[in-house]
């Protein structure tokens, strides 16, 4: 069986092409320097034609797959009217070349380029501009280091690259949020049997220190705010469910989904259809989990191993928008298959997105941390409302941040605590750090770099921390992080 990337509306438009993107060849790892492109593209959303952003690679294709054992060795050039810069996300560079505006480079100008060459980890990662609003318009690509385990491993290689997309133009959707109309009308989802809408709350009398479980039990029930803007199309590998891509397959053959969340604003449910392992989560190994409706919020990354049945038939991959009807996807099938038309809404809305942590706590990393005492422990207040929208770390936004302050080497331990009724996938740069803590109960769970935590609920992270620089720790919904929702993780030598 050979390894493909079938990416067909993705990479090209012809499935001939898709099958010329066979394995990478080993022994061309460190023939030369990459090249990546920022550049305007044309996608169709739903019959009609949108100018987005893109990143693209060797032969056009968005995104760049390495091969096993070869450098991140690359040259970025940017063609927009527009100054960018690039995060390598899930990636552990020199800070110089993490990709931050002026932390320490400036964005590259309209016809710059820049050089970039370290050793990369591999997996399942992404790259996006670390400017809100491109992100917004699409500004973003996978970035798949393959492993020789990969290889052994002969599976078909899937890639499933979820967005959240709008017609409008990403200020006037940060316009319309920031100033209540994005979701003053909104059904915003919440649990099943638990009031719909938002509750304004005041946390600041609240000690978090005196509260038992229990009272933070019941304020984990009250109603939650889950989306708080409805875009115009979800897309998979830039398609919505309307005219999806069909991912050619072999009948009874191995596959491994490589899903990257690179929406802005929305998580969702992936439902696979049929029991599938999840194998990895942020690109790093977890011991396998069975099941066929795993979650993943903005930033996160999941690889799931299938089986397919050896039926000549159709397998719909879905992701289901968290807490509502719309749904997104890609479809498997062997050539004898008949795909049949599906809608873009499914029968139900989804549920909240691990509200409870129960998928998180289930988690256990292959390659945890090595043990070690804890030399650093601090607690980091997540915060904010729907109206005033103001999102905030430490009861500040950034600009007047207060810095998280370790030494290079030093294990530390962070608790992040949502006092706010939405949740938020917490994203630190420079690091891959571990979930060893869901709300009371300790644990070893997985190796990650983004960590979703939802309303009035705690998770505590470790790490040992890295390079002595100035790294962004950050929520990855993007209308929180325009609205201040980020700190600097302060590492001294």
């Given amino acids: 069986m050979t390894n493909t990337f079938s990416r067909r509306g993705f990479l090209t438009a012809t499935a001939a092409l898709a099958a010329s993107t066979a394995l990478p060849r080993m022994g061309r790892a460190q023939e030369h320097a990459r090249q990546l492109i920022v550049a305007t593209r044309t996608i169709e959303v739903n019959g009609k034609a949108a100018s987005v952003y893109g990143i693209a690679g060797p032969a056009g294709r968005q995104g760049l797959i390495l091969d096993p054992g070869e450098r991140f060795k690359l040259t970025l050039e940017n063609t927009l009217d527009v100054e960018t810069i690039i995060h390598w996300h899930g990636q552990i560079p020199p800070n110089i070349q993490d990709g931050v505006p002026d932390l320490p480079r400036p964005m590259l100008v309209p016809g710059e380029t820049r050089d970039y060459d370290f050793e990369p980890l591999a997996g399942t990662h992404w790259m996006h501009s670390h400017v809100p609003i491109q992100e917004m318009n699409l500004l973003a690509a996978p970035l798949i280091v393959r492993s020789r385990e990969d290889i052994a491993e002969d599976r078909q290689e899937v890639v499933m690259f979820l967005h959240d997309f709008s017609f409008k133009d990403p200020q006037a959707i940060l316009d319309e949020i920031t100033q209540g109309a994005g979701h003053a009308n909104m059904d915003h989802g919440s649990p099943s049997g638990l009031e719909q809408g938002s509750m304004p709350m005041d946390h600041g009398g609240m000690d978090m220190g005196q509260m038992s479980l229990r009272d933070m039990n019941d304020m984990s029930t009250m109603a939650m705010d889950l989306n708080d803007f409805n875009f115009d199309a979800y897309l998979v590998n830039d398609r919505t469910l309307d005219d999806p891509e069909v991912v050619q397959v072999e009948r009874g053959g191995r596959v491994k989904l490589r899903i990257i969340n690179a929406s802005s604003a929305t998580s969702y449910w992936i439902d696979t259809g049929m029991d599938g392992r999840l194998v990895a989560v942020d690109g790093h190994k977890v011991a396998p989990l069975t099941g066929n409706r795993f979650g993943l919020a903005m930033g996160q990354r999941l690889d799931i191993d299938l089986n397919l049945p050896s039926a000549a038939r159709a397998f719909p991959i879905l992701a289901l928008r968290e807490g509502e009807r719309e749904r997104t996807g890609l479809i498997l099938a062997p050539n004898e298959a008949v795909v049949s038309k599906m809608s873009n809404l499914s029968e139900a809305s989804s549920g909240a997105f691990d509200v409870d942590l129960s998928q998180e706590g289930r988690l256990q990393a292959v390659n945890p941390l090595r043990e070690r005492a804890v030399s650093n422990s601090q607690m980091v207040m997540l915060d904010g409302s729907m109206s005033p929208y103001e999102w ?37 740069h420079g690091h891959a750090f571990q979930v060893v803590g869901v709300n009371a109960r300790r644990l070893s769970g997985a190796v990650r770099d983004t960590v979703y935590v939802p309303p009035m609920a705690s998770v505590t992270i470790a790490m040992d921390a890295g390079e002595a620089a100035r790294w962004m720790l950050h929520c990855h919904h993007m209308p929180h992080l325009s609205t201040g929702m980020m700190t600097e993780f302060r590492v001294e030598s």
Avoid at 393 to 401: F, P, S
Avoid at 404 to 410: D, P, R, T
Wanted: overall charge neutral; proline content about 5%.
């Fill in 392 to 428: 905030t770390i430490d009861g500040r936004g950034w600009g007047n941040h207060a810095p998280i302050v370790a030494k290079s080497g030093e294990r530390v331990e962070l608790m992040f605590h949502n006092m706010s009724m939405m949740g938020h996938p917490m994203h630190l």
